[in-house]
């Protein structure tokens, strides 16, 4: 009886314990739930375009849409953090024949501006194709990023046969590699549908785990014009206006952005609008030489920065003064970039009206491109909220 007693108090003495621990670490019905901010979702873009001689359109049009998809995939949820990379193939002008006529434009990076400084100065030469060549360079030589649940894709865009030097670099066999390092490769022939199928482009797609499109290059060329367009192009210079370059990066950021503007009112009407509209996205992000963006890094430290590299006009202010300002420029920065987006929304709803009254069935780059990232993001249970 006695050996039973014991028993019975240690199990009675436990229980009163657990349940003191319990109502110790419980939360209370008042408390908040832990707030937990998810992690931006990494998206790393490669554009892999032919530069031989029949391409000028494919050109034409990534300089045309490439604003347009930069701000579909600002709907990301959470916010993403973008870098895009960009490959050239068939360029004798600017490659060499051991390279297989590839020029690595730029790595992957979330500078935007520079991406678009590459493009535009990308011009159309005669030269081989090497499709399977130029994937290999793509899938092996790029800083893809680490995390698992990144999106990682290949967009390789061409008319030519997939097959051409596939004994130096077969495209079945960059398609297995591609898989294994959680990389998708999609393939979009410039032509019509049966003669990519004719020249493998489906297999391209299919070895590397992606999507086959067919495009009309001519159809991302067309420039609409909306009542809109003049709203956004005066918006964006008050935009630009609260840039705060510093360093000597400062100087070639704001020079690059500047660029930039000039360059996409060069391509057509409708792509300069819609560059604006890109800019105030999540996505068109300038931390490495404008102090705004900078400062929104929790580690920023203003004093940290050498006068030396501040604006003159910053270099006179005290240091109370200098905080203040980049806090009155973010302020109106936000405030410019709100009356973008509204303008911006009612321009997209005039394109939409616009486009099906005059749709020809065709499919531009950019559709390809976006309908291809929208189908593979939700196979990763990545969120694209459909544009207003």
């Known amino acids: 009886m006695r050996k039973i007693s014991t028993v019975s108090l240690i199990v009675s003495l436990l229980a009163t314990i657990g349940a003191a621990q319990a109502r110790k670490i419980s939360p209370t019905p008042c408390d908040p739930p832990a707030f937990h901010a998810p992690a931006a979702q990494a998206i790393d873009l490669v554009i892999c375009l032919d530069t031989s001689g029949s391409m000028q359109g494919l050109i034409d049009s990534a300089r045309a ?74 899938v092996n030589t790029m800083d893809w990023s680490p995390d698992p649940s990144a999106l990682k894709l290949i967009f390789v865009a061409g008319n030519e046969s997939a097959d051409q030097a596939a004994h130096q670099a077969n495209f079945r066999n960059v398609g297995s590699m591609a898989i294994a390092k959680g990389i998708k490769i999609n393939a979009i022939y410039c032509g019509s549908h049966q003669q990519g199928l004719s020249e493998k482009w489906d297999q391209v797609a299919r070895c590397g785990g992606g999507v086959f499109s067919s495009i009309d290059m001519q159809t991302a060329t067309a420039q609409v014009a909306t009542p809109y367009d003049d709203a956004l192009l005066k918006l964006n210079i008050e935009l630009n206006a609260t840039y705060v370059p510093f360093g000597k990066e400062g100087r070639i950021g704001a020079a690059r952005q500047i660029s930039a503007d000039a360059s996409a009112e060069s391509v057509g009407i409708a792509s300069a609008p819609s560059r604006v509209a890109a800019k105030a996205t999540v996505l068109y992000k300038n931390e490495k030489w404008d102090l705004v963006d900078a400062a929104l890094d929790k580690d920023f430290k203003l004093e940290e920065i050498k006068e030396a590299d501040l604006p003159a006009y910053m270099q006179k202010m005290a240091p109370k003064k200098r905080v203040d300002h980049l806090a009155q420029q973010r302020t109106l920065r936000a405030r410019v970039q709100s009356k973008i987006q509204k303008v911006g929304r009612r321009r997209r709803t005039f394109l939409r009206k616009e486009k099906s009254k005059s749709s020809s069935g065709k499919q531009g780059l950019d559709e390809a491109l976006i309908k291809t990232i929208r189908k593979q993001a939700a196979e990763k249970g990545i969120v694209i909220k459909k544009s207003n």
């Not at 959470?78 to 360029?91: A, E, K, N």
């Not at 434009?105 to 500078?111: A, F, K, M, N, Y």
């Not at 520079?114 to 100065?121: F, K």
Request: charged content about 20%; hydrophobic content about 40%; aromatic content about 8%.
């Open 65 to 138: 849409k490439l604003w347009d998809i930069v701000s579909e995939l600002s709907n990301v949820q959470p916010t993403p953090q973008l870098r895009v990379g960009l490959l050239t193939y068939g360029s004798p002008n600017t490659s060499s024949a051991d390279k297989g006529w590839i020029v690595r434009q730029i790595g992957l990076t979330s500078d935007l501006d520079a991406v678009y400084e590459r493009m535009m100065a990308m011009s159309i030469t005669g030269g081989d194709e090497f499709v399977g060549w130029v994937l290999n360079d793509a």
